[in-house]
């Protein structure tokens, strides 16, 4: 239960410190196809694709669900894995979109390359999921056969998309950080440096809980 | 067995990808304090940190130690993993010391407060390993508490290493490909980015292995 609430606790600092960075050291949010519009895309990912990811993991762990029925639960951690798709997705809108007004190539960067990869796996494991395990088809022996791929590829999608966010924020931080550089220690390099471990944070207790 | 082959043999290719990287796109290696001396950086820890630290991890899976005896098993996971911490510890020499040389400010990053958290934790865990399952003082009961903690948080320290090094990468991507710039594709951006995506391969192979 401790670990449940640190976790818990963690992930709502990293959402509340990812709004701070945008709002307070960035230029806050907006739709307008420059740097408003790209603040979007760590927003969105860190809170859905992040944060609702965690909890849609760890929901068959929380206490408060152990009083519902097993379709409920399924229902629960497939709709919170479904809007962390979604955000996910409006996440990219809002970068391609930035690139395509500013005239920057797309997919250029490693980050690109995993993150986009991470996104689409997601999705695919989002499919079979509702297709082995929520409609009602599925023969037993194949749910058993597909369960432990789906936690090590579930697992792993989380892992990677941590990763993921940590290559953003580096990004990011050389590409805005120029005058005063990140190098020379800024408050929003500490401040984003700090919500880069916190992230991490939240992951490796997300992975802790839902290995046990 | 045929992903312990897979899993060696995409380690084995993220560490040439290194080296021809180094040597063919970037100035090569040496010790001069310069650039020559900063790529003893990503080659020792792709070499040491990642790829023989995979294979420390997977080394009780491997059929040819089936036959040795448990000590000899643990002496080769313990040495194995030894001398990844060393290399480890070389490849932050040579960065630091390529800092001094340049006046370029140490522990800025978010990549290097991952790092080195990630460092030394890792000597942490080998020293705790040391105490606990190679002297022979340790009670059986406490080897068995520590277990699962020891596989938790050796995973999630080889995770973690992924993770930075992806970070470094990145970074060291933007500094160097200004002209013609990493958004234009060039081939050393394509090249790394497949290196990037090979440590991911191994990272991810490497954890389903040591997870069935
Ligand atoms: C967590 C999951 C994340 C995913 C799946 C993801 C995915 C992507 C993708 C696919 C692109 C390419 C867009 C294009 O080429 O038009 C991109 C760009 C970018 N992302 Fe993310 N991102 C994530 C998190 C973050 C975070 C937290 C930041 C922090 C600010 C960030 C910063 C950037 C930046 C600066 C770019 C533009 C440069 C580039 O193309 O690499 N990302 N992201
Ligand atoms: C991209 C979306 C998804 C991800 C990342 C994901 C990830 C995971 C993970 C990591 C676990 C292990 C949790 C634990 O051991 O506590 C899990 C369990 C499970 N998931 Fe998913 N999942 C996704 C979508 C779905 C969907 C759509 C369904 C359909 C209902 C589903 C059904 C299940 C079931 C039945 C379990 C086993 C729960 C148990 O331990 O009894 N998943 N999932
Ligand atoms: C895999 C484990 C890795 C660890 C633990 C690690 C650790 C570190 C640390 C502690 C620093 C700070 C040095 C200082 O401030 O003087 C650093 C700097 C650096 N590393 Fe790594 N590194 C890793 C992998 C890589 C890789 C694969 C690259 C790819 C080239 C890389 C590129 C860099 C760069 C460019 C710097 C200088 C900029 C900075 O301080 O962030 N690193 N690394
Ligand atoms: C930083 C160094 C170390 C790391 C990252 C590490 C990591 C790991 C990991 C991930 C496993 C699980 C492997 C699997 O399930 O196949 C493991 C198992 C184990 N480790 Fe370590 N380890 C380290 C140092 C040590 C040391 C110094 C010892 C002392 C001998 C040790 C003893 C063991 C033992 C006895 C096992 C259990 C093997 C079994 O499944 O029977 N480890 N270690
Ligand atoms: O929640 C479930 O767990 C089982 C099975 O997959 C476990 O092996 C199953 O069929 C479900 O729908």
Redesign the pocket.
Known sequence: LVLLVSALLVGFLSVIFTLIWVLHYREGLGWDGGALEFNW??VL??TG??FIQGIAIIVYRLPWTWKCSKLLMKSIHAGLNTIAAIL?IIA?VA??DY?NVRNIP????L??WV??T??ILYFLQLVLGFLIFLLPWAPLSLRAVVMPIHVYSGLLLFAT?IA??LM??T??LF?VLTNPAYSTFPPEGVFTNTLGLLILLFGALILWIATR
Chains 1, 2 share one sequence.
Not at 106 to 109: K, L, T
């Open positions: 895309h760590p990912l860190v694709f992040i996910a990219l970068v391609f690139h797309n997919m250029y960067s980050h690109s993150g986009l991470a996104v998309v993921t966010s953003g924020l990004e990011k590409f």
